[in-house]
Each structure stands twice: as C-alpha cells, then as structure tokens.
C-alpha cells in the first residue's frame, strides 16, 4: 500500500502497481478483482501488467460523500494465490472506514494548515478587537486613528449587529482616557422611567425605594468615555436634560441641589436615521448637532467583501473552543452561500448561524444546512434585461440610502431624482 497523488500515481508508483488498473478504477469508481489479467481483454496489452506479471489484483475506490479520495491496491503475482469475491467484498467494507478515516486525516490537515494562515490574517487584519481587511473597514479604521486623540463627540451609525459598541470601545482605548472608565447605556433597554436615574443617579429619599444614595452613569464614567447606545430612543424630556449638560458640563443627581463638573468623553449610537427623527419632530435638532461633532458610519456586513469568510472562520474557532467541539472546515458550497447570504442581523446573526452549526453539525464539515442557509443562495437566475435593470436600480437606491443614512431627501439629490422616485423603490423593497 503507498499513498499519493491520484493525478501523480505514474511518475510514483509506475513500478509497484499497473498503471491502467488504477486508471480504470479511478475513471469508474467501481471495486475490480482480475484473476487471469493476461487473458482479460481490457488489459492484455497492458505493458505494466505484463511488466509486473500479476495474475490476480484487487483495486477499491476509497470514497467519501461522492468525494474519491484514492485507491487501495493489491496484487499476487502467484497463480496459486488468486483472490476471490469474499475477498474483495472485505477489502470494500474496509475501504469504506478507511475512506472515513483518511478524510478525518486530510481535513485535519487542512485545518492545521487553515489555522496557520488564519492566524496570520489575523495579526495582520486584527484592529484591536475587529477583524477587517476589505477597503470599506480600512478606511472606518483609519478615521478611528485619526479621531480617538481628541475629546470630539461622536456619532456612530450603523445597521443592528455591526458592531457600533466595538467600535466606541476601540475609540476609547486609543484616547488619552484609556486608563479611565468606559460606560455604557443602552438607552433602548430600559423603560424611560428608569433611564434618568441610571444617567443621572439620586441620592435617598429622592424618591420612594431610594433608600440609599447610588451615583449615575455620568458619575461612573468621570475622566473616562460615556457610551449612549440607540440614542435615538431616548424620550424627549430627557433629550431636554441631556443637552443641558453637554452644554453646561454639570449635572444635578436625583434629589440633589449641588452640581457636579462633568468631564466625559461623549460617544452615542443608533441605527435609526436621526436627521429623519428629527424632521418628525421626534428628536430634538439642537441635541442632534451637540452630539454629532462627527459621524462614522459602519458598514454592514454584505458589504464587506472577503473579511466575511476571515469573521466566519474566526467566529467558528471561537466557538468550537467555548462548546469544546472539534474544529470542522467550512465546505466550499457554505462558503459560497455565506457570500451571498444579505446577512440582514449582520455580525450578530453570522455569530448565532456559526454557534449553532458548531453545535449541531454531525458530518466532517460545516454545511449550508448546519448554516440553516438555502441551497438557492447558490442559484444563478437569469432575468430578462428589464428585470435585471430594475433590481440594480433598487439594489443602488438601497445603497445611497445606506449612505446617507435613510435620508431619503438627501439619496434622491444625489440620485438626481425625485423624492417621489425613491419612496416608489422603496415601496416596491417593502412589497418583495
């Protein structure tokens, strides 16, 4: 027995075993036991049969999932020792949990040597706690760079699960306040009755169940970095409270008269588009200009090319080691359908599809089926030209949204179009 290259199989082994046997198997994958080799006529003119005088010879495919993967080959050259069907049939049922065992051994292989390269991606691609590589993440980098050495406020933008708060915590350690607080608030998840008192903090007896006193998050994050997630849904009294103290840089807790001096470095989030709250008159414009000294937009995970794959395969070593589970490739197929999967959770969704498959997948890779993802991801459909014209018209009126962050007044100017041009796209996004 010799392991090579099936395509290399006669520059290697054009000695030992016949060349035309192991051609044959290979082109009909089907198990062939040969007594008489110099009388069959498929093979009587076989210069390494004749070279080798063999008079019986066994050949089985080793196949896994339709995959082959070799051959394992015997041959006697004894005419008293020829083989026999109960022989060949052990050699198949062998053939098959060797077939099991080698792609085991080639796809642990792969993955040592996926891992190596990975790792290396990773320290090259590696931006503190963010992976990226394609333009579009070079370039949100780069501004971080440029904006963390100051005090600015700033405004991130970015579809749910792109990682808005990873980025107000690369911000912060890159800032003169690293070495201070960093506080967050997801101003989403807690009822507006609360929100003041976790902001603001009170002191006792400033209210009935305040029986102590308890500092706020402004108080928390004195000399540090104050993180304001979904600001967008703060209500609209405490919008009023909020912009005094960005203007007055005190603030007053709960049952107190004192203020106190404020020293923050102020960060907010949203994936709402703002400049439309603010025109519905549900977010006050004064507060939006004081937050947004500046606005970084993230770009959602569709649209950043080949760093997908690099977060898959990074997010699976992940949870392969937090669920103890061996570490499996992702199939070509899965990886195609990952690139053209629209991702609509972003990050977070990739991160939920890829703990689930660790958990669940019971074959020797990860599939689309683990994934929980379509096969007709992988369809290419034809359309007619006007179809076709009409789906990259909604797809790039999709993308200057994107850009100007739902604006829709602002996306029809830079189309050239009429407002009313982009609400009929959009109407028709929302029909589909």
């Known amino acids: 027995l010799d392991r090579f290259q099936i395509e290399d199989f006669g520059e290697h082994l054009h000695h030992k075993v016949s060349e035309s046997i192991i051609e044959f198997v290979c082109t009909s994958r089907e198990p062939l036991l040969q007594n008489d080799l110099l009388e069959a006529e498929s093979f009587n003119e076989s210069a390494s049969i004749l070279e080798l005088g063999l008079c019986s010879v066994m050949c089985v495919p080793l196949i896994f999932e339709g995959e082959l993967l070799g051959v394992i080959y015997v041959g006697s050259r004894r005419p008293t ?130 029986v102590s006193d308890k500092p706020g998050s402004l108080s928390s994050a004195q000399g540090g970095t104050l993180f304001l997630d979904e600001i967008g849904e703060l209500p609209l009294v405490l919008q009023v409270k909020l912009l005094r103290v960005l203007e007055e840089r005190t603030f007053t807790p709960l049952g107190s008269r004192e203020s106190i001096p404020l020293d923050i470095r102020l960060i907010c989030a949203t994936n709402k588009d703002l400049q439309e709250a603010v025109d519905s008159g549900s977010f006050r414009l004064d507060l939006y200009y004081r937050i947004n000294s500046f606005e970084l937009t993230l770009p959602p995970l569709r649209e950043r090319g080949e760093d997908i794959i690099l977060l898959a395969k990074f997010l699976l070593e992940r949870a392969s080691n937090h669920y103890e589970r061996d570490l499996k490739p992702i199939s070509l197929e899965a990886q195609r359908g990952i690139r053209r999967y629209s991702w609509p ?5 990739l991160e939920n599809r890829i703990a689930q498959a660790v958990i669940l997948a019971d074959g020797s890779e990860i599939t689309l089926q683990d994934l929980n993802l379509s096969k007709e991801l992988l369809n290419d459909q034809i359309l007619s030209l006007k179809e076709a014209q009409e789906r990259f018209s909604q797809e790039y009126v999709q993308h200057v949204l994107s850009l100007n962050q739902g604006n829709r007044t602002q996306a029809a100017r830079d189309l050239g179009v009429d407002p009313r041009t982009v609400f009929r796209y959009l109407e028709k996004i929302s029909d589909v």
């Open 345 to 349: 959770g972003n990050i977070r969704e």
């Open 81 to 210: 020792h020829t083989f026999q069907q109960l022989d060949l049939k052990t050699l198949c049922i062998f053939s098959a949990q060797a077939a099991t065992l080698l792609k085991h051994h080639l796809n642990q292989e792969s993955l040592i040597h996926d891992n190596k390269k990975l790792k290396g991606a990773l320290e090259d691609y590696k931006y503190g706690s963010m992976i990226g590589h394609s333009q579009i993440m070079r370039t949100v980098f780069e501004r971080i760079d440029r904006l963390s050495p100051s005090d600015i406020n700033l405004l991130v933008m970015g579809e749910s699960g792109t990682g808005k708060e990873l980025i107000a915590r690369e911000v912060h350690r890159r800032s003169k306040r690293k070495d201070q607080p960093f506080i967050a608030i997801n101003c989403g998840a807690l009822p507006s009755t609360l929100i003041e008192s976790e902001l603001f903090g009170y002191q006792k007896g400033a209210f009935t169940g305040a």
